[in-house]
């Protein structure tokens, strides 16, 4: 146990901080639209931002995880529970982000040119290029079970 007793909830990295300012709507008007800027405040990190529909500003404070400073690599946390996501939150997200993804490689491969910028498309066109040539190798093995002996 540790005597780390911060005075605001933890944001255990940048992303999970980002991902609780899209889920927070603006209190004047309900958008959920707007542009944020960090900065790091007497060991707060502040976020402040205007709504893009009404213009109110707002501005939210976390405190940074025990261990250190955030870094923007992209994950949401680690063991501890989140203090700014609850399970709900966390449900509906995972619900909405797999319902965006193709059930069929081909179309997987087509939105990669749309959604992804260069690197990442990359990796997507070779991962569905990986799972197709692998669906034809083992179509080839199934076929060579059935082929007559010369």
Same mark, same amino acid.
């Given at each position: 146990m540790?005597?780390h007793?911060?005075?605001?909830a933890? /944001?255990?990295t940048t992303?999970e901080?980002?991902?609780?300012l899209? $889920?927070t709507?603006?209190p004047d008007?309900?958008s959920?639209?707007a542009v944020?800027? %960090?900065a790091? @405040? !007497?060991? /707060? $990190? %502040?976020?402040v931002? +205007?709504? /893009?529909?009404?213009? +109110?500003?707002r &501005?939210?404070l976390f405190?940074?995880?025990?261990?250190g400073l $955030?870094d923007?690599?992209?994950?949401?946390? #680690?063991?501890?529970?989140?203090?700014? *996501? @609850?399970? #709900?939150q966390? $449900? /509906?997200?995972? @619900?909405a982000?797999?319902g965006?993804?193709?059930? !069929?490689?081909v179309?997987?491969?087509g939105q990669a040119?749309?959604?992804a910028?260069p690197?990442?498309?990359? &990796? *997507?066109v +070779?991962d569905a290029l990986a799972?197709?040539e +692998?669906a034809?190798e083992?179509? %080839?093995?199934d076929a060579?079970l059935?082929?007559?002996? !010369?």
């Open positions: 540790n005597d007793d911060p005075p605001y933890i /944001a255990r992303a901080a980002m991902l609780y899209d $889920l709507a603006c008007c309900g959920d639209d944020w800027q %960090r790091i @405040d !007497d060991g /707060a $990190l %502040r976020y931002g +205007a709504c /893009a529909h009404c213009g +109110a500003e &501005e939210y405190s940074p995880p025990y261990q $955030l923007d690599v992209a994950t949401f946390g #680690g063991p501890e529970p989140s203090e700014l *996501v @609850d399970a #709900g966390w $449900l /509906a997200i995972a @619900d982000i797999a965006e993804v193709p059930a !069929d490689v179309r997987l491969v040119r749309v959604i910028g690197a990442r498309r990359q &990796e *997507v +070779a799972v197709d +692998a034809v083992a179509e %080839r093995a060579q059935f082929v007559a002996p !010369d």
